[in-house]
């Protein structure tokens, strides 16, 4: 069996931007599907959910995106009706919660990390990508099966940085993971990035749950309820079974981690 995890972002790593508050956190979230359940379960399934609601058709997929949804936004704008949008909200929260696959998120508060490493800071997207790394090599290992990543594209220059911060992963290990270990257990050191526009179901999947999980591990972290929204249900379906977690059911450290 062949696994891969679907990287989505939410914030920027900017550190000269982390005093604001609205651009405080980066956060990454990993989502890990089996390929050959994705070629035959989820990604049909994602398509008939679109095909029912928004029209779409193999010749021009409608490509799921959180912000536009929530917005609206054509080609979503069948949800502007009450009834269709609490039918589609209906049939979205039951795949996401009969699908199955596995969710990392790290968060990083960039102002902590900028005041609490005055001298030397690991780049924050590399810091946490390192992380969700880490723990799906680990995944791996204990099931002894091999996987790859695939990131969103963000652009040329933004590629180039995803990519040459995953490989220097691969070759140089981490505090935790051995660079043999990387080899073992992951198909390539390259890592796959495309765009969202190629209608890949796992971007399209992560791109959903990566807010929410955000949010999600921010309140955790404060000690605070989930939100009482949409995002809030979905974070109420991670931590019912989605997360990973520990042997002992533990989900903080496993399949959500703070940082610094």
């Given at each position: 069996?062949?696994?891969?995890?679907?990287?989505?972002?939410?914030?920027?790593?900017?550190?000269?931007?982390?005093?604001?508050?609205?651009?405080?956190?980066?956060?990454?979230?990993?989502?890990?599907?089996?390929?050959?359940?994705?070629?035959?379960?989820?990604?049909?399934?994602?398509?008939?959910?679109?095909?029912?609601?928004?029209?779409?058709?193999?010749?021009?997929?409608?490509?799921?995106?959180r912000k536009e949804l929530v917005n609206k936004k054509p080609p979503f704008a069948a949800?502007?009706?009450?009834?269709?949008?609490?039918?589609?909200?209906?049939?979205?929260?039951?795949?996401?919660?009969?699908?199955?696959?596995?969710?990392?998120?790290?968060?990083?508060?960039k102002l902590e990390h900028q005041q609490r490493y005055s001298v030397w800071r690991f780049d924050p997207y590399h810091y946490c990508l390192t992380v969700l790394v880490e723990r799906y090599v680990r995944w791996l290992q204990e099931r002894n099966c091999q996987g790859d990543v695939l990131a969103e594209s963000r652009g040329g220059?933004?590629?180039?940085?995803?990519?040459?911060?995953?490989?220097?992963?691969?070759?140089?290990?981490?505090e935790y993971v051995q660079p043999q270990q990387f080899a073992r257990w992951l198909t390539s050191r390259q890592l796959k990035v495309k765009s969202k526009a190629n209608n890949i179901a796992g971007l399209q999947i992560a791109d959903i749950i990566a807010h929410p999980s955000h949010r999600a591990t921010m309140a955790r972290r404060q000690q605070q309820a989930l939100p009482d929204n949409f995002g809030g249900r979905i974070g109420g379906i991670l931590e019912a079974s989605k997360y990973n977690r520990s042997p002992q059911g533990r989900i903080e450290g496993w399949g959500r981690k703070w940082l610094p």
């Open positions: 069996m062949k696994y891969r995890m679907y990287i989505d972002e939410v914030g920027n790593s900017d550190l000269g931007a982390s005093a604001d508050p609205n651009h405080r956190y980066l956060s990454l979230t990993g989502v890990i599907f089996e390929l050959d359940y994705m070629a035959t379960v989820a990604f049909p399934a994602i398509e008939q959910l679109k095909s029912r609601y928004f029209d779409s058709h193999p010749d021009d997929p409608v490509i799921l995106h949800l502007q009706d009450e009834a269709m949008e609490a039918a589609f909200n209906r049939d979205l929260l039951k795949l996401l919660t009969e699908l199955d696959y596995v969710v990392i998120t790290a968060v990083i508060d220059k933004e590629d180039r940085r995803l990519k040459d911060s995953f490989e220097r992963l691969c070759q140089e290990g981490s």
